[in-house]
């Protein structure tokens, strides 16, 4: 007989049986509950809990406690898994550009899990921006500068300044690189090696005239070299530079008139570095800030209170309010005003893609420098000169974190739509956007639906 018979192997389940197997069934469950729960306890313990701080530390909210912040850093040294690049001098070709990367480095020596690296641009107009940023960032700074011609030689002169005379030029020592790149066509009046030596060389402070005396002359604005030649700002070239100068795994790619909140670093590292928000570093994503405006004369909210009490006061608008609302409106923005914390956390307030009521979104974010690059191609006169990174962004479907502890204000002095208009380089630059990026992007990276430049 080559059949076999199931009862053969299998007794039938009797009534004894059947309970036996409820009563483990109970039990899996209550110890799976258990442990859920002891879970979530775990992490909202983790989360929660804020070591003490000490007036040692100067209003900083990093755990004061060494064996807790050590603890930190070995956690972000884990997870992040990152390399510190050197910061060495280097004299390179960047396009159509030269590039004196690392012109200045900063004297404090990081590892690139620890802190964060606010990268920024310019030229040696906005020098005036350095030492406010640095007193609410207090972390390193990478600026690159636009100094074609003779403006390498005024751009040299006030980082000198900056340096040695300045009241808080031990704060600017410690943490600024500064980053000079000129085109081609426009080579400075003297070989690299001068301005490197006069870097070696101290100012005389006692003869030195105020850092910005420099740029007038009888009350009148001394023309610099970019304008006497009417050049355009290659802004993005400034953002590529400072960003992959960046010795830290976090970067916060921003402009210079923008000043974050205070204690913005702790707060973020200790979130990432939290068991909650480990997903977010296992796909594409970013963190960002709400930006806002100031009036002329108002002074900078120091923390979100009062930031929301200027706003309410009509003293602070959203980023842009007047010219581009929907470009800086961050989604939840009625919910993250209703968030207000009083113990030093940060969390995430919401996730959203760039798409629907956000698909002309121009935010400004935490992210790494594995993100797109910024096409250096637009010009800041065009406008819209972050719309294709964003663009991309969307393709390759990044998360938009926004942060609900953190926010970016812009120096005092709201800005027109009068004064930001630029009619003709705006439709040139867009149309470029259009009819060439576009397609060069459609080709490199596909279609998704819902995404738009």
Same mark, same amino acid.
């Given at each position: 007989?080559?059949?076999?018979?199931?009862?053969?192997?299998?007794?039938?389940?009797? @009534?004894?049986?059947?309970?036996?197997?409820?009563?483990?069934?109970?039990?899996?469950?209550?110890?799976?509950?258990?442990?859920?729960?002891?879970?979530?306890?775990?992490?909202?313990?983790?989360?929660?809990?804020?070591?003490?701080?000490?007036?040692?530390?100067?209003?900083?909210?990093?755990? @004061?406690?060494?064996?807790?912040?050590?603890?930190?850093?070995?956690?972000?040294?884990?997870?992040?898994?990152?390399?510190?690049?050197?910061?060495?001098?280097?004299?390179?070709?960047?396009?159509?550009?030269?590039?004196?990367?690392?012109?200045?480095?900063?004297?404090?020596?990081?590892?690139?899990?620890?802190?964060?690296?606010?990268?920024?641009?310019?030229?040696?107009?906005?020098?005036?921006?350095?030492?406010?940023?640095?007193?609410?960032?207090?972390?390193?700074?990478?600026?690159?500068?636009?100094?074609?011609?003779?403006?390498?030689?005024?751009?040299?002169?006030?980082?000198?300044?900056?340096?040695?005379?300045?009241?808080?030029?031990?704060?600017?020592?410690?943490?600024?690189?500064?980053?000079?790149?000129?085109?081609?066509?426009? #080579?400075?009046?003297? *070989?690299?090696?001068?301005?490197?030596?006069?870097?070696?060389? *101290? #100012?005389?402070?006692?003869?030195? @005239?105020?850092?910005?005396? @420099?740029?007038?002359?009888?009350?009148?604005?001394?023309?610099?070299?970019?304008?006497?030649?009417?050049?355009?700002y290659p802004v993005?070239?400034?953002?590529?530079?400072?960003?992959?100068?960046?010795?830290?795994?976090f970067v916060l790619?921003?402009?210079?008139?923008?000043?974050?909140?205070?204690?913005?670093?702790?707060?973020?590292?200790?979130?990432?570095?939290?068991?909650?928000?480990?997903?977010?570093?296992?796909?594409?994503?970013?963190?960002?800030?709400?930006?806002?405006?100031?009036?002329?004369?108002?002074?900078?909210?120091?923390?979100?209170?009062?930031l929301l009490d200027?706003?309410?006061?009509?003293?602070?608008?959203?980023?842009?309010?007047?010219?581009?609302?929907?470009?800086?409106?961050?989604?939840?923005?009625?919910?993250? #005003?209703?968030?207000?914390?009083?113990?030093?956390?940060?969390?995430?307030?919401?996730?959203?893609?760039?798409?629907?009521?956000?698909?002309?979104?121009?935010? +400004?974010?935490?992210?790494?420098?594995?993100?797109?690059?910024?096409?250096?191609?637009?010009?800041?006169?065009?406008?819209?000169?972050?719309?294709?990174?964003?663009?991309?962004?969307? +393709? #390759?479907?990044?998360?938009?974190?926004?942060?609900?502890?953190?926010?970016?204000?812009?120096?005092?002095?709201?800005?027109? +739509?009068?004064?930001?208009?630029?009619?003709?380089?705006?439709?040139?630059?867009?149309?470029? +956007?259009?009819?060439?990026?576009?397609?060069?992007?459609?080709?490199?990276?596909?279609?998704?639906?819902?995404?738009?430049?």
């Amino acid at each position: 007989m080559t059949g076999f018979s199931s009862s053969a192997n299998y007794k039938p389940l009797h @009534t004894d049986d059947v309970a036996m197997v409820a009563r483990r069934t109970t039990v899996l469950r209550t110890v799976l509950l258990f442990v859920i729960v002891f879970f979530v306890l775990f992490c909202l313990m983790g989360y929660y809990y804020q070591p003490r701080t000490s007036a040692d530390h100067a209003g900083s909210h990093y755990p @004061t406690d060494e064996a807790s912040y050590e603890a930190l850093l070995r956690r972000l040294k884990t997870i992040l898994n990152c390399n510190t690049q050197p910061n060495d001098f280097q004299l390179e070709t960047h396009g159509g550009y030269y590039l004196l990367r690392n012109f200045v480095s900063a004297q404090q020596p990081v590892e690139c899990y620890e802190t964060i690296t606010y990268t920024t641009h310019g030229d040696y107009t906005f020098l005036d921006n350095v030492v406010p940023l640095l007193e609410r960032w207090r972390a390193p700074l990478s600026v690159a500068l636009y100094a074609p011609g003779y403006d390498l030689d005024r751009s040299v002169e006030m980082i000198r300044h900056l340096l040695d005379c300045h009241e808080r030029r031990q704060l600017v020592r410690q943490y600024v690189s500064f980053h000079l790149y000129f085109g081609v066509e426009h #080579l400075p009046e003297r *070989p690299i090696r001068h301005y490197r030596e006069l870097m070696s060389v *101290p #100012l005389d402070c006692t003869n030195a @005239t105020n850092l910005w005396d @420099t740029l007038y002359d009888a009350g009148v604005v001394v023309e610099s070299f970019r304008a006497g030649k009417n050049l355009s700002y290659p802004v993005n070239v400034g953002r590529n530079v400072a960003r992959s100068s960046a010795q830290t795994h976090f970067v916060l790619a921003s402009d210079i008139e923008l000043y974050p909140n205070p204690d913005f670093i702790p707060m973020f590292l200790r979130m990432i570095a939290h068991p909650f928000y480990q997903y977010t570093l296992h796909s594409p994503g970013v963190y960002v800030l709400p930006v806002f405006e100031v009036a002329e004369g108002r002074s900078m909210p120091e923390d979100k209170a009062h930031l929301l009490d200027a706003l309410q006061r009509g003293e602070a608008i959203k980023f842009h309010e007047k010219i581009c609302s929907n470009c800086h409106t961050v989604p939840g923005y009625a919910e993250w #005003l209703g968030v207000l914390k009083y113990d030093f956390t940060m969390d995430i307030q919401t996730s959203s893609k760039r798409t629907g009521a956000y698909v002309s979104w121009e935010p +400004i974010y935490v992210g790494t420098k594995r993100e797109p690059e910024y096409d250096e191609r637009l010009s800041w006169e065009g406008k819209a000169d972050k719309m294709t990174q964003g663009y991309i962004m969307c +393709i #390759l479907g990044y998360d938009f974190h926004v942060l609900d502890n953190g926010f970016l204000v812009h120096r005092p002095g709201i800005k027109t +739509i009068a004064e930001a208009n630029r009619p003709p380089q705006q439709a040139k630059q867009r149309s470029f +956007i259009r009819r060439t990026i576009a397609n060069e992007i459609h080709a490199l990276y596909g279609h998704r639906e819902g995404c738009k430049v």
